[in-house]
């Protein structure tokens, strides 16, 4: 095969780095926003919310090559990636909703859980666009350009969620 045959158009590139954006996205208010949220509006300790994510974290570092080697053993007809990273996606939908959507009188125990589901469907999301990212190009010269748009779709989902608060308003939203 020809280095030509291997590069892989823009707009697959494109595609590979569009779920970036809301993983990017989730990302930033979960570490800024969460905690702050869990402990002065829904009343848990700053301690346990503190010590429930530090603990999952440390969780999440034994999971990711777990479920890093879970991955390259799956064999499907959707390919050992695609299918992991489709099953993420119903993962983080769910723990998202339940985590930002608490209500006030929630446990301890209802944060942990929904942390290690959020972190483990981000961890599978994560994971699985990687590998298939790696997966796409056997050259190194492609590779650093594939991985150079999923790095921007990080940074560009990033700068998105931190200018919607400046944004919303001007496009007529608001805030309570």
Same mark, same amino acid.
């Given at each position: ?28 208010? $979960? @570490? %800024? *926003? ?9 009343? !848990?300790?700053? =301690?346990? /919310? ?65 942390? $290690? @589901? %959020? *972190? ?9 666009? !990687?590998?298939? =990212?790696? /997966? ?41």
């Amino acid at each position: 095969m020809t280095a030509k045959a291997d590069r892989r158009s823009n707009w697959t590139l494109a595609a590979l780095a569009a779920p970036c954006l809301p993983l990017a996205g989730l990302g930033l208010p $979960l @570490v %800024v *926003y969460l905690p702050e949220y869990y402990s002065n509006q829904l009343g !848990l300790s700053l =301690a346990s /919310v503190g010590a429930a994510f530090g603990a999952v974290r440390l969780l999440d570092m034994a999971f990711d090559p777990y479920i890093g080697g879970v991955m390259d053993r799956t064999r499907s007809r959707f390919g050992r990636f695609k299918l992991w990273f489709a099953i993420s996606a119903p993962i983080l939908m769910l723990a998202s909703y339940m985590l930002f959507m608490a209500k006030p009188g929630v446990s301890s125990l209802y944060l942990w859980l929904w942390l $290690l @589901v %959020v *972190y483990a469907g981000v961890s599978i999301a994560g994971l699985s666009q !990687l590998a298939w =990212a790696a /997966v796409l190009s056997p050259q190194y010269d492609q590779r650093s350009r594939i991985y150079g748009w999923w790095q921007a779709g990080n940074v560009v989902g990033m700068i998105l969620v931190l200018t919607l608060p400046a944004l919303l308003p001007l496009l007529g939203f608001k805030g309570h």
